[in-house]
Nanobody
């Protein structure tokens, strides 16, 4: 079984930066991709970006050019560098193991951007 633990969320002013981490443990060797999603109360969870085990990345248009996803395979950790944050980025951010057998979610980390 795979476990995911996010960290790095917090409160930041508009224009600032944060780096989120997603530490994976358990049976991680055959996960095709890890994704970041976000959700605000009353809205559906939305895709932010993902990175495959071969390094291919996909971004949502809303974060392209501002957010950078990366991975450190030696630490089984996925990072989300978020720059030029704006209040519209305020949400709970989740990482997800995107497996053929189904998605496994972390517990989420809150990101709040003040204007």
């Amino acid at each position: 079984q795979v476990q995911l633990v996010e960290s790095g969320g917090g409160l930041v002013q508009a224009g600032g930066s944060l780096r989120l981490s997603c530490a994976a443990s358990g049976s991680t060797f055959n996960i095709p991709a890890i994704g970041w999603y976000r959700q605000v109360p009353g809205k559906q969870r939305e895709f932010v970006e993902s990175i495959s085990n071969t390094g291919t990345t996909y971004y949502a248009d809303s974060v392209k050019g501002r957010f950078i996803i990366s991975r450190d395979n030696t630490k089984n950790t996925i990072y989300l560098q978020m720059n030029s944050l704006n209040p519209g980025d305020t949400a709970v951010y989740y990482c997800a193991a995107l497996r053929v057998a189904g998605t496994i979610w972390g517990q989420g980390t809150q990101v709040t951007v003040s204007s």
